[in-house]
């Protein structure tokens, strides 16, 4: 409280914290203003039934992040995710495509020019999206099989202006999320990711002592709080690999010899993981959704009554297995495109450093990779804990599938994770700022 007081009492700090604030309500009042064509008072009673039911949907990670505004069917519906999924891709193309990495080693210009790539490619993607979406909508798929969302006198060219809405809403978003970044506080996407878990925890935790009982939910918060300590025990978690730097030469200067240490994070993919395996086992339920009829005599198939039942269930023992492994896959294959010893260990060694016991170039490349190997085996144990933990409970009759599947809802390890790693993140960046305006040096 001290600190959040001190941010206040800072002219240029209290302004960003405002300006992010605003961002913030201007972003959930978005997210609830309806699409042209959507019947509101039908969706929201919809919406509300499978709430309190406790209904899965294979919607949950983009509804999470959207903070509910996905099957509410607004114009900011699509959310955050079309940028997310573009970042994630661009960065994987660096290792693909030979002019993105020439890009990466530019600095900014070459990070500008991505950046330009990737609100390209997060246009396509949101059109993408919101097409099936309002298409699912049209053929009353996207809430269950027969529900009618949208009005009847809805046509062609109303559904052309609903995609045309939505995707315009993802560029919006995109936009806030930037401004946020450069005239805010914290990461703006991260942020805005934030506000539309936290927004869900009051309705979600309403449902589940009306549905559960105060015993429930007192024991949901307990677990909430233990679940909180241990994600920030693993998420500031460390290995320090003691560096030393030789005495050199730079001019006239003769620079001393130095000790430090080169951190590397337990947790090292953040969240990646997950929203790559939840994307994995969603693509499949939405392909067959739009192409399959809604004749239930047709759809009686193989498809549909195993690999469909698999992956609609997230309380199956199957699907456990294979979000968790995909999970783990994710972890070690993000980190290998993000991360190279290689270039770690040509780096120490031109500027003179060394691992004390290992010697330069290749040796310390394979000791780095060594090093990253076993700490990856925990992070992505650790992250495949954090995800799968709420579909376990619901296997075991603990709880209740609160918010939707793959563990999504509010209450699940996924939005724990974000909101605490947001939350960290942004805290440091206050206190950084905080001490950048304090510091008064030796001249008052």
Do not use: C
């Not at 009042?29 to 959507?38: L, R």
């Not at 210009?109 to 059109?127: D, F, W």
């Amino acid at each position: 409280m001290t600190a959040l007081l001190s941010a206040f009492r800072d002219a240029d700090l209290r302004k960003k914290i405002l300006f992010t604030i605003a961002m913030i309500i201007l972003f959930r009042i978005g997210s609830q203003i309806p699409t042209p064509g959507v019947d509101y008072e039908e969706i929201t009673e919809q919406v509300r039934s499978l709430t309190e039911d406790g209904q899965t949907s294979m919607y949950s990670l983009i509804n999470m992040f959207s903070g509910g505004a996905l099957l509410q069917l607004s114009i900011f519906a699509i959310g955050i995710m079309p940028y997310i999924t573009a970042s994630i891709i661009v960065q994987l193309l660096t290792v693909v495509i030979p002019r993105f990495e020439q890009l990466k080693k530019e600095g900014q210009s070459g990070q500008a020019k991505m950046t330009e790539y990737t609100r390209y490619l997060t246009v396509a993607l949101a059109l993408l999206q919101s097409a099936g979406i309002v298409a699912l909508a049209d053929r009353k798929q996207l809430l269950g099989s027969g529900v009618r969302v949208l009005h009847e006198d809805t046509g062609v060219f109303g559904l052309v202006m609903m995609v045309v809405i939505m995707t315009a809403g993802a560029v919006l978003v995109m936009w806030m999320g930037e401004l946020i970044t450069d005239r805010g506080v914290g990461n703006g996407m991260s942020l805005l990711i934030f506000a539309g878990i936290a927004t869900q925890l009051p309705s979600q935790g309403m449902n589940i002592l009306r549905n559960s009982g105060g015993f429930v939910f007192a024991g949901v918060i307990v677990a909430l709080l233990i679940l909180v300590v241990g994600v920030i025990f693993i998420e500031q978690g460390q290995r320090r690999v003691p560096v030393q730097y030789a005495k050199r030469m730079v001019g006239r200067r003769q620079y001393g010899e130095t000790s430090t240490y080169l951190p590397l994070k337990v947790n090292q993919a953040g969240v990646i993981p997950v929203i790559f395996a939840s994307s994995m086992l969603t693509v499949p339920i939405l392909v067959t959704q739009i192409i399959q009829s809604g004749d239930s005599a047709q759809n009686d198939n193989w498809w549909n009554r195993n690999v469909m039942r698999i992956l609609t269930d997230p309380s199956d023992w199957i699907y456990i297995v294979i979000f968790a492994l995909l999970i783990i896959f994710f972890s070690f294959f993000y980190v290998s495109v993000q991360y190279d010893p290689y270039d770690q260990a040509e780096n120490m060694k031109k500027y003179g450093g060394f691992i004390p016991g290992i010697r330069p170039g290749r040796p310390t490349a394979e000791y780095l990779g060594y090093v990253m190997n076993r700490l990856l085996i925990v992070g992505s144990v650790y992250l495949a804990v954090i995800a799968i933990l709420p579909n376990i409970a619901i296997q075991l009759g603990l709880s209740t599938n609160q918010g939707g599947g793959n563990g999504m809802g509010a209450f699940g390890g996924t939005a724990i994770l974000i909101m605490v790693s947001v939350a960290l993140t942004t805290v440091k960046q206050i206190e950084s700022q905080l001490m950048q305006a304090n510091y008064e040096g030796f001249l008052k």
